[in-house]
Nanobody
Framework: EVQLQASGGGLVQAGGSLRLSCAASGFTSDDYSIGWFRQAPGKVREGVSC????????NYGDSVKGRFTTSSDNAKRTVYLQMNSLKPEDTAEYYCAADTGVSPCWDPLREMDFGSWGQGTQVTVSS
């Protein structure tokens, strides 16, 4: 069973940075994609980023391109989301999710393409 543990959220001022981590376990191979999604109160869940553990290819939601970077440490089965130039509109609960293959990272990033989800970590950006 795949298990995901997200961490690293917190309170930061606008313009600041945070790094989220997603520790994964239960993988039977490296052929997984790990995505980050976020959900603000009253809004739909939004795809933030995705990385294929097999190819290293990445994809980002339009609202975070150029500011956020996702990376992986396959040996540690951990995926990171480096968030720079944070804005108040980045405030949300952030979730990591996983599924097999590379297709979950294809455009657009969709919740329905990920079968395993971790608990969220709250990111709050003050103005």
């Amino acid at each position: 069973e795949v298990q995901l543990q997200a961490s690293g959220g917190g309170l930061v001022q606008a313009g600041g940075s945070l790094r989220l981590s997603c520790a994964a376990s239960g993988f039977t191979s490296d052929d997984y994609s790990i995505g980050w999604f976020r959900q603000a109160p009253g809004k739909v869940r939004e795809g933030v980023s995705c990385i294929s553990l097999t190819t290293g290819s990445t994809n980002y939601g339009d609202s975070v391109k150029g500011r956020f970077t996702t990376s992986s440490d396959n040996a540690k089965r951990t995926v990171y989301l480096q968030m720079n130039s944070l804005k108040p509109e980045d405030t949300a609960e952030y979730y990591c999710a996983a599924d097999t293959g590379v297709s979950p990272c294809w455009d657009p990033l969709r919740e329905m393409d990920f079968g395993s989800w971790g608990q969220g970590t709250q990111v709050t950006v003050s103005s």
